[in-house]
């Protein structure tokens, strides 16, 4: 192979901005035919970006194109589409599966590429009226499915498989193209069992080893170790380290590339730690949650009383699903113990009687009422759940608009809201102001545990900065025992007290946010380093 | 998994049919009707019937849904026969040449229909039913203004009084029967078995459509469809042409219709200008998911089963309630009142069952969960790392 070393794909200076805000910089590396190549970075650190550009997707395009260029056999692309992509020889195995459900293995590996047996009427249709051939497509898929070196069941639907059989329909549709030259491998072992894992480990080889150049995108930094013949590291959207297998490097010094070193940040966490480690507030056992995309397997996590704890991991792992499931949003089940006593799970009424309060991800989706003005939204869910502002006339309850306003003009000088007035719409404000909103609104609620998911997701630095604030103040001036839940490894790290790493829907450890960045790395890799607590 | 289960949940899946079956056995005893009459009836309308309710399966077969925009075709056809039947043209050249002028007016009603529902996509059942109701509108302004006016009507019977429009119902004498006793008259015969007269060349027809279909479904645009029918979004990444193939959908099943309304004429042989497209389409619908298909899934034993169990239904229910209450008026009121509780409760269990089928996808993860977290409950120790 070391004769063999055609390159196949080189990025040339490549980067992207949306709307201003630089994604991705000055990428630069090249493939060679036959090599894998390990991509590994944090989330948002611009590895999608870097797939999508490649791909010429719709978001790319129609958001100004990139800069720089890439070349495919030595050739700039210039690619209108997805299906150009594909056309030239590039395919892509994506981390959701793109397969039909009702289709057998054999229709989906040869989804509009099936073939057909010629018939007299058909040639007027171009070739849309004829049969398939159905004996023809089977060997073919089984051929394919033979080089994986797989146990799968051609004519097996799809929706009765096992997921990790699943992964593998979806690698031969693009292996059996004829023509494909590189292939993309987006998180591909994340859902399978580790003897699976093994299997396709060795199909990426023998696929590597018949020419075809691989991009294996990967979390669990082993199996990238295991399999590439070079990484790249992507940090900030930025390519900071680019390495030959030959030049040798760990699992410890691949996540330290990727987290960083300890950034310098003004730690706002709380000088002196807290003495509770025996007073839990919320006690959470077994806990799983039935959410699209975020499924919780087998969490347990003892909250302590007065604390602020944060929830980090990857995306997909299962991160907001705890929030969402112990709020009655996502069904749940488990056992949950809330100041000792059986807490009812599915119910968002209950936990909001008992004084639980979540400021969710999804704000547009759970927190806000777009059309309504800022302070109805303030004051809307405890007016609901607590009573507040209401008064009695003549023995019918009326809201007191008065007082709604007045306490929305408090909150709007203490968190900064930027509006016109408390009357403003709430479509019309930033996303910063409608996340400070989100929160005015829970800390109305006056919570004694208050969980708060993704709270500087979308939100520009000033704003965030500001949103911590107000989250941590509230901490340690009441007492408040906050769950933060975000995917920002380093913003969890500059104010919570621990942080529980999530991963795949367990938690994977509980460090104390001092610890090396390394061994967060390692936790949301999946590897259990030797069990840390804190 | 266990029998049991498994029982269980092919009843579920059959609930439909179930529920109807055991209504109309019940039913049956108080209708008074006799075996044979029974037969005979069924018989006659599954030749009758059947075409139409085939026309509903490519639709459905690409994701969109009971098409009730049935009745467009319909209409064409309707259109078609006044013409026909006001040239004279009688027999079978008549039902050929209604089926010929159809075709172009089915595929602009089919592209029209066709464009709309690719803008509504994940609602095209209402959007079909609305724009059932909207294009009848359409479809009067020709027949009740344009005909006999603009659009010359020779035969003055065939009109209103006044002198344009087209009368509420007309005869279609000239090609009454031309496909079901065909063979009769050319034997000079009835031709029966058992005393029951058969529609032979109808049921020829209607079989030649299942073959067309069986073999449409096996070619590479039936699995273009299919797949579309499925999921749009990993269609569309393989390269189908998602809209363009949901408008051909339609296109087929729109000239099917209009095919199917002409056949269903030449039985009937008393046309309803005004009325009848919708009630067609509304019957055809309701036959089909009788059958047990779903919102997504159907085949052709189902629709010929559903056809068959829907007007047993059909004849018996009225007849029953008739000699229970004794009122002649409430048949009618019965015959509508089925086949629209039939539609509502097939889509609400359809939707049920579909929620059902979901939820079990999602947690066929979480059963491996379910087990461990039964035997971490028998451990005290929680896993927490104090």
């Not at chain 1, 194109?65 to 150009?84: H, Q, S, T």
């Not at chain 1, 990967?218 to 590439?228: A, F, G, K, T, Y």
């Not at chain 1, 730690?267 to 480690?277: F, I, W, Y």
């Not at chain 1, 107000?470 to 769950?483: F, H, M, P, R, W």
């Amino acid at each position: 192979m070391h004769t063999d070393n055609q390159e196949v794909l080189r990025f040339e200076n490549v980067g992207k901005s949306f709307f201003g805000n630089q994604v991705l910089k000055d990428i630069s590396f090249s493939l060679e035919k036959g090599k894998i190549l390990g991509l590994v970075g944090e989330n948002g650190a611009g590895k999608s970006t870097m797939m999508k550009i490649l791909f010429s997707m719709d978001d790319i395009r129609e958001t100004g194109g990139y800069e720089g260029a890439i070349y495919l056999d030595g050739v700039r692309l210039d690619f209108n589409n997805p299906m150009d992509a594909i056309n030239a020889g590039v395919g892509m195995v994506h981390q959701e599966f793109s397969l039909i459900p009702g289709f057998t293995a054999t229709e989906n590996i040869l989804l509009n590429r099936e073939f057909t047996k010629r018939s007299v009427i058909s040639k007027a249709f171009r070739g849309k009226l004829d049969t398939l051939d159905r004996r023809r497509m089977h060997l073919s898929a089984q051929e394919v499915i033979e080089l994986l070196g797989v146990n799968l069941d051609p004519d097996m639907f799809v929706s009765n498989m096992p997921v990790g059989h699943k992964q593998f329909v979806e690698i031969s549709r693009e292996v059996n193209r004829e023509n494909v030259k590189v292939l993309i491998f987006d998180e591909p072992t994340a859902v399978l069992t580790e003897s699976e894992a093994q299997v396709l480990l060795h199909a990426l080889r023998t696929l590597a080893d018949r020419g075809v150049a691989i991009i294996f995108i990967s979390h669990r930094l082993q199996e990238i170790i295991d399999v590439c013949d070079s990484v790249i590291v992507l940090r900030d959207g930025e390519l900071v380290k680019d390495v030959r297998k030959e030049e040798g490097y760990s699992v410890v010094q691949l996540a330290k590339w990727m987290v960083g070193r300890d950034v310098e940040s003004k730690s706002a966490r709380r000088e002196k730690g807290l003495d509770n480690a025996d007073d839990i507030v919320m006690d959470i056992r077994n806990l799983w949650v039935n959410m699209a995309g975020e499924l919780v397997d087998d969490v347990n996590l003892s909250i302590r009383r007065g604390e602020f704890l944060g929830v980090g991991g990857l995306a997909g792992q299962g991160k907001l699903g705890i929030p969402n499931g112990i709020m009655g949003l996502a069904e749940a089940g488990g056992t949950v113990l809330y100041d000792g006593k059986p807490f009812a799970l599915n119910s968002p009424k209950a936990a909001l009687d008992l004084k639980l309060a979540f400021v969710s991800e999804d704000r547009r989706g759970f927190g806000l009422l777009l059309d309504e003005p800022v302070y109805w939204n303030v004051t809307f869910s405890s007016m609901q759940v607590l009573n507040k502002y209401l008064k009695r006339y003549l023995g019918v309850r009326l809201r007191d608009d008065k007082e709604m306003r007045e306490t929305t003009r408090e909150y709007i000088n203490s968190l900064e809201i930027r509006c016109v007035s408390e009357k403003q719409k709430v479509r019309e404000l930033s996303g910063g102001n409608q996340q400070k909103v989100c929160l005015a609104r829970a800390f109305d609620l006056e919570p004694e545990l208050l969980f708060v998911s993704e709270p500087t997701r979308g939100i520009d630095i000033g704003a965030k900065s500001l949103v911590l604030q107000a989250l941590k103040s509230y901490n340690e001036d009441k007492g408040v025992t906050i769950v933060m839940v975000s995917s920002e490894l380093e913003e969890l790290r500059s104010i919570c007290d621990r942080i529980a790493i999530i991963c795949d829907g367990k938690v994977a450890g509980i460090l104390s946010a001092d610890e090396d960045s390394e061994k967060f790395g390692l936790l949301m890799s999946g590897l259990r380093s030797d069990k840390e607590s804190a | 998994m266990s029998k049991k289960l498994d029982f269980k949940v092919l009843f579920m899946k059959n609930i439909v049919p179930v529920i109807f079956l055991l209504m109309t056995a019940i039913m049956m005893p108080f209708s008074g009707y006799s075996g044979k009459f029974l037969v005979q009836e069924i018989v006659t309308r599954l030749g009758r019937d059947t075409f139409l309710v085939l026309a509903l399966l490519i639709p459905l077969m690409a994701g969109m849904g009971i098409n009730f925009g049935l009745g467009l075709g319909a209409m064409a056809s309707q259109i078609a026969l006044v013409f026909v039947t006001d040239w004279h043209v009688t027999g079978v050249s008549g039902v050929l040449l209604a089926m010929l002028i159809s075709t172009p007016i089915s595929l602009v009603f089919g592209l029209f229909g066709g464009y709309l529902l690719n803008n509504a996509k994940g609602r095209e059942m209402i959007t079909s039913y609305v724009l059932g109701f909207f294009m009848l509108g359409a479809y009067q302004i020709i027949v009740l203004f344009g005909m006999g006016s603009i659009i010359p009507i020779g035969d003055e019977g065939l009109l209103l009084s006044r002198g344009f429009g087209i009368r509420n119902t007309i005869m279609l004498d000239g090609v009454a029967g031309s496909f079901d006793t065909l063979l009769d008259r050319l034997f000079g015969f009835r031709v029966q078995i058992a005393d029951i007269g058969i529609p032979v060349v109808t049921i020829l027809v209607v079989a030649l459509l299942c073959l067309l279909t069986w073999w449409f479904r096996r070619t590479k645009l039936g699995q273009e469809i299919r797949a579309v029918g499925q999921d749009m979004g990993v269609s569309a990444a393989s390269g189908i042409n998602v809209s363009r193939t949901r408008i051909i959908s339609m296109l087929i099943s729109t000239v099917l219709a209009g095919y199917g309304y002409i056949v269903f004429m030449q039985n009937v042989s008393v046309m309803p200008v005004y009325t009848g497209a919708n009630t067609v389409a509304t019957y055809a619908a309701a036959a089909l998911l009788v059958g047990g298909a779903t919102a997504s899934k159907a085949g052709i034993p189902g629709v010929i089963f559903g056809v068959a169990l829907f007007h047993l239904l059909f004849i018996v229910t009225p007849m029953a309630a008739n000699r229970i209450f004794g009122a002649a008026e409430v048949a009618e009121y019965f015959r509508l009142f089925i086949s629209y509780s039939i539609i509502a409760l097939a889509l609400v269990l359809n939707g049920w069952n579909a929620k059902k089928e979901k939820d079990r996808a999602l947690f066929g993860h979480r059963n491996r969960g379910g087990d461990r977290i039964n035997t971490a409950d028998a451990q005290p120790e929680p896993a927490t790392p104090k």
